[in-house]
């Protein structure tokens, strides 16, 4: 294929930063620089002589991807924006938009499929297929209109949004979230809806609340229908007592034959069968929402003009033309059918679908005026009369729907309906509003932004606080200790990380959930009033992050680590994927930025928020200057005390050794993990008392920061596990390990997706650690040799100590007893730990070995 990778963004991202909605597409330079220049002029030739797609680029690389994004465009059916983007020589990138995630990949794939069989000397499918193949993702997966109202409404009052399980509709994060279906919200009446679905209990609700309906009977076989109608009168009309949309309704009923008949019609789709007295008049469609009346429709049926030429199949056939007209909900009219139900009104007029209407003559297809059998509807909100508008209100109320269609019939809405016989003849729950919102005729009506009202009171946006974390080292450690604040306050925190995702205290999910489908599961909890996310470079280059916006965000710093992966080849390059988290904070939010990091510190020019730097060393030129400003920062005075600087004022936090995470301050890079913590606690409104108190109460035990300097005594010697997978998380550990003294032993181990110039810098840190080495193995080494990595690895051993020897032993458990069979009372061992959680499993077992 001439493309080698599609990821789709679904928040803020690498690539744009309005835009969150972007599907990504990388060509395969290397495949494409094969096609001849023959084949070129071919495909060119093709383009234009199809789709009149031509591109001003003479690079046919980029030609290639011009043509397929902007076949992919016209192929949703929108003029949807894309650009070409080069990072480097022969890698190039499509940008496209998109408003359905599916219809775009399916879109993206047909052309460059397109293009492909065209490679291949194959027959590509024609415009109409692909367009045909594209509408049926469409209708699948696109929102209909009812919920594209709501979610637009919501939109404009900055509530989040996201799709949740099953494909509901998910307003606001966490505690505030409320789900959607359509007009079925979160706070529906399930009792209500029964009601309204089951049209005999609507009418017997109605009933005795003394409400205007239509008289009649429920029949269950045709011996009843008799009686019924000399009960009754004709005209009448039979409907299914649980249908919708119109479904099987026969109106305009005079005698027993066609009585009979509508019966028949009707329990097709359900027994018993409603027969009810026809109300004379027009039909009317009132929207009730909290039981405060918003909108009303005159609704008509389906119909055609005469021009005395055209029959009625021919009317219909242009009139579907209409570009309002599409399938099923698609389009704000929907296209019309011709069926049985159709050839019988067109009989009752004594009309045929060959007949030929005389010119200006309004032929009516249907008996029924819903929309989704291709009726009409003009908007008439403003002339309902007073009394009209309590009676929906009160339907409303007395069948219990939040949202609510009242369907009434009356030969004038302007006089109450006590005056001209008119009833209401049903209450529909989850009701179309794209009659109200797109009407053939009179003034449209916004109607999602009552409905998003009652879920979302004025002042409520459906947030709760999101602190985001990102950098190369630190990230976990820092969520974690941001968490145990937010939750010493009193908050339900959901955090997710390289370790797992918790939900107050309880992990629900375990092993790296750094990414944004993770962040995603916490802000689907609604127990979480709280959410700390730890946003890794994987995740925001696979499809950005899994939320709009946060309050705040960290960057510990950055530095070399994953390099060559992903098309990202420099620090700076990394620095720009992490920028992502910073850039996506609120405008009256904080970035919270490394001073003593030069990446980080240098995203501030980048944000569109507050900004604010932590740094452990006072005397930090970047910190300096930016409080001289008035600029907020945390630091570390030479006496480890802490401070919160804004406005050209300290204020005195805890001294350093209080924290048990910084091991009596000795630990800077811990340090500098919790400075921005204090920071983010002061900014989430946390009081400094609290603060202090929830920072000098974590105990940075095995269980609550694994793999984070975790040690252990075993046979009076001290071991250590640490995640150190970077040159940059080595040096600070090294830097922690120069306040030991003794033998020093390390058993080293390094991903094998790393850059082999990674992999020996790794080996020379190592060298000036540890008077012994051990080189152990992660069971997956990602795609690199084994012998490769311990190659690079002594390469870079041998740089710094020409001749020391070191020993390779694979696994976990055997390295770990080597080196304490091997070690002295008062050395110390540290083991580089590839799985945190497991390598801690494994010393524990063996610390009881020993103690045995």
């Known amino acids: 294929m001439i ?62 991807a011009d043509y397929s994004l902007k076949l992919a465009s016209i192929l949703q059916g929108s003029s949807l924006d894309y650009h070409i983007i080069s990072p480097a020589p022969d890698i190039l990138y499509g940008i496209l938009h998109y408003e359905t995630e599916e219809v775009a990949s399916e879109a993206i794939k047909i052309a460059t499929e397109i293009i492909q069989s065209l490679i291949n000397n194959e027959n590509p499918v024609n415009f109409s297929e692909a367009q045909q193949l594209v509408k049926i993702v469409s209708r699948k997966y696109s929102e209909g209109p009812t919920t594209a109202m709501i979610i637009q409404a919501a939109r404009d009052r900055k509530i989040p949004i996201s799709k949740g399980p099953a494909g509901f509709t998910v307003l606001g994060y966490g505690k505030k979230q409320k789900k959607i279906s359509a007009a079925i919200t979160q706070q529906t009446s399930c009792i209500a809806v029964e009601i309204a679905c089951d049209k005999d209990d609507t009418k017997k609700f109605l009933k005795s609340a003394n409400l205007p309906i239509a008289d009649g009977k429920l029949a269950s076989d045709e011996s009843e229908l008799l009686n019924i109608a000399e009960q009754v009168g004709y005209p009448l009309v039979t409907k299914p007592y649980n249908g919708n949309q119109g479904k099987r309704v026969t109106c305009g009923i005079k005698n027993m034959e066609d009585l009979i008949s509508g019966f028949r019609y009707a329990s097709e789709i359900s027994k018993p069968v409603i027969v009810e007295k026809q109300i004379i008049g027009s039909d009317y469609r009132i929207l009730v929402v909290g039981h405060r009346f918003i909108a009303a429709s005159l609704r008509q049926p389906a119909s055609v003009f005469g021009d005395g030429i055209s029959t009625i199949s021919e009317l219909v056939e242009t009139e579907n033309f209409n570009p309002l007209r599409g399938e099923g909900h698609e389009n704000v009219l929907t296209k019309i059918s011709l069926d049985a139900c159709t050839q019988a009104h067109l009989e009752k007029q004594g009309l045929q679908l060959n007949s030929v209407p005389a010119k200006g003559q309004q032929i009516f297809l249907r008996s029924t005026a819903n929309l989704s059998t291709g009726g009409t509807a003009e908007d008439v909100t403003d002339i309902v009369h007073p009394s009209n508008i309590l009676i929906a209100e009160r339907v409303s109320r007395v069948i219990g729907l939040d949202v609510c269609g009242i369907d009434i019939i009356s030969q004038d809405i302007t006089k109450p309906l006590s005056e001209n016989g008119g009833a209401i003849i049903e209450v529909n729950a989850a009701p179309g509003l794209r009659m109200h919102k797109f009407p053939t005729k009179g003034k449209p009506r916004e109607v999602g932004e009552p409905i998003v009202e009652l879920m979302f009171p004025k002042g409520d946006n459906g947030r709760i606080p999101i602190v985001a974390i990102t950098g190369t080292n630190g990230k976990t450690t ?20 390289t370790d797992g995702i918790y939900v107050g205290n309880e992990m629900i999910n375990s092993g790296d959930c750094s990414g944004p489908q993770s962040a995603l599961t916490i802000l689907h909890d609604n127990a979480v ?81 507050n900004v604010a730097l932590f740094c452990s060393d006072e005397k930090n030129t970047y910190l300096q200057e930016h409080m001289s400003k008035g600029g907020t920062a945390v ?14 004022c300290k204020t005195y936090v805890f001294n350093l050794t209080e924290a048990p995470v910084t091991r009596n301050g000795k630990a800077k890079f811990m340090v500098e993990n919790l400075l921005p913590v204090v920071l983010a606690a002061y900014f989430s409104g946390i009081q400094i008392e609290e603060i202090k108190r929830a920072l000098t109460g974590f105990n940075p035990t095995a269980e609550q920061t694994p793999g984070r300097i975790n040690e252990f005594e075993i046979n009076g010697i001290n071991l250590i596990v640490d995640y150190a997978h970077n040159p940059h998380g080595l040096k600070a550990l090294a830097e922690y390990l120069k306040h030991y003294s003794g033998k020093k032993t390390g ?70 007893h080597y080196a304490i069979d091997r070690g002295q009372k008062g050395s110390t061992v540290v083991i580089c730990a590839e799985n945190a959680l497991e390598t801690l499993e494994i010393t524990k077992n063996i610390a009881q070995l020993y103690q045995v």
């Not at 290397?30 to 690079?59: C, G, M, P, V």
């Not at 650690?769 to 051993?797: A, H, N, P, Q």
């Open 529 to 609: 009033d709280f959410a700390v996310l730890e946003c890794a470079r994987g995740g925001i280059i696979r499809s950005g992050l899994g939320f709009d916006q946060c309050d705040i965000a960290i960057v510990t710093n950055v530095a070399a680590d994953h390099l060559g992966l992903k098309d990202i080849f420099t620090v700076q390059d990394l620095a720009k994927v992490k920028a992502v988290v910073p850039c996506a904070v609120k405008s009256e939010g904080w970035a919270i930025l490394n001073a003593a990091n030069e990446h980080a510190y240098k995203m501030k020019d980048f944000v569109k928020c």
């Open 478 to 497: 820092t969520t974690r200790l941001m968490a145990h604040v937010a939750s010493h306050s009193g908050y339900r925190v959901g955090f997710s990380s």
């Open 3 to 64: 493309t080698s990778e599609i990821r789709i963004m679904r928040g803020p991202n690498m690539w744009s930063r309005n835009q969150h909605r972007l599907i990504v597409i990388k060509y395969d330079s290397a495949a494409i620089s094969k096609i001849d220049s023959e084949k070129q002029r071919f495909i060119s030739d093709y383009f234009w002589s199809e789709y009149q797609i031509t591109s001003l680029y003479s690079d046919f690389l980029y030609c290639l």
């Open 747 to 816: 058993i080293i181990a390094v991903p094998g997706d790393r850059r082999d110039s990674d992999i020996i810098e790794f080996g020379e840190i190592a060298a000036t650690m540890y008077d012994e080495i051990i080189i152990r193995l992660d069971r997956d080494t990602r795609g690199r040799s084994e012998e490769s990595i311990v190659k690079f690895l002594k390469e870079g051993i041998q740089n710094v100590k020409p001749g020391f020897d070191c020993k390779v032993i694979a696994d976990s458990t055997s390295a770990i």
């Open 635 to 648: 630091f570390a005075d030479i006496e480890g005390n802490i401070f919160i600087c804004n406005d050209l």
